[in-house]
């Protein structure tokens, strides 16, 4: 297991771990995770990359401090100021879900630090405005009922589990690995900070400045809500391309990595 290292940046104090040589590639987790989401991407990619997995504010061994400062605002400018810092530009940005939201805001507003970006089904509902998308989003976000109930307890634990049923594991939380629930566990604590923060305000045409190559891969099997999250995303984006990843949910990283892997390796080579 590679030891986490730190990066005190100018507005936080954010956790990394670091593996191989060569171009940067910055590996993004998705909400309620952290680095440990990408282990089996971070074995392969440090054959060929320097790879560097962060832990967002408020996730894993990063900086915690103040709670009304989760937004996707800030963790698209901590990102930022990583990648200048630490990673060095032009990176590849590897991200998933909520951390491929924060990937795209990233890359809009600097264009040019950005060599390339391979987001598993990112999770941007601002960017959905078709009459039956939006009522797709609707009939998903009734279900989060049970979550709701759950924080309202005082149960983040529980709220991190349903929602991590909701996403379409197969056969739910229980039927993760022991350590794949462990990262979920770990960072229960976000699950309130993450449905109070601010809405996103991104709309297509913001990411039109986005003109590095890019990969959106969505899960054969995921559910309609990232489904058309996903669709948005690539009529917003002019150079993307999109690859369905097989016997996968949400979690393609995952859920069916040799698959994923497969697909991000051809995409770095296709950037050559």
Known sequence: MLKPKFADLKSARLAY???GTGDPVVLVHGAFSDHRFWAMQIQELAKTHRCLAID?????ASWMEPADAYSLTTHAEEISEFIASVAGAPAHVVATSYGSAVALVWAAANPQACASLFLNEPALVSLVTQAEDLAVLRRARAAWAPVFAALADGDSVLAVRLFCDWTA??????????DVQAIFIDNARTVSLAFTAPPPKVVANDLRCITVPVTLSVGARTSPFFLVQVQAAHRALAQSRLVEIADSHHAAPLQSAAAFNNALR????ATR
């Open 56 to 60: 967002l504010r408020y996730y894993g």
């Open 169 to 178: 594991f197969p056969d739910g939380f229980e039927s993760l690995p022991a």
């Open 17 to 19: 771990v670091e593996a």
């Open 266 to 269: 051809h995409h770095l080579l």
